[in-house]
Nanobody, 116 residues
Framework: QVQVVESGGGLVQPGGSLRLSCAASGDTRGVSHMSWFRQVPGKERELVAFINTEDGTTWYSNFVKGRFTISRGNAKNTIDLQMGSLKPDDTAVYYC?????????WGQGTQVTVSS
């Protein structure tokens, strides 16, 4: 089993920045990549970005490309999401996942609110 915990959410003004962190623990030997998703009430959960934890390869959705950066943390199986130029449309619960094979382990989510 893998446990995933996110941190770093909060309230930020439009145009501001925020950094989310995620740590996977437990049996993490097979973790191949980690991802960030987000969800707004009444809408489907959407993939924001992911990173290959072995070689650092990244992917971004079009709606965050150029504004968000996903990176590996200092500790193994930790990642960060640096979010910049935030917009009200970025308001959502952000979830981190750690993937082993075809199984994704989810965190509990952290709220990000972009509002003046």
């Amino acid at each position: 089993q893998v446990q995933v915990v996110e941190s770093g959410g909060g309230l930020v003004q439009p145009g501001g920045s925020l950094r989310l962190s995620c740590a996977a623990s437990g049996d993490t030997r097979g973790v191949s990549h980690m991802s960030w998703f987000r969800q707004v009430p009444g809408k489907e959960r959407e993939l924001v970005a992911f990173i290959n934890t072995e070689d650092g390869t990244t992917w971004y959705s079009n709606f965050v490309k150029g504004r968000f950066t996903i990176s590996r943390g200092n500790a193994k199986n930790t990642i960060d999401l640096q979010m910049g130029s935030l917009k009200p449309d970025d308001t959502a619960v952000y979830y981190c996942t750690a993937t082993v094979g075809t199984t994704a382990y989810w965190g509990q989510g952290t709220q990000v609110t972009v509002s003046s």
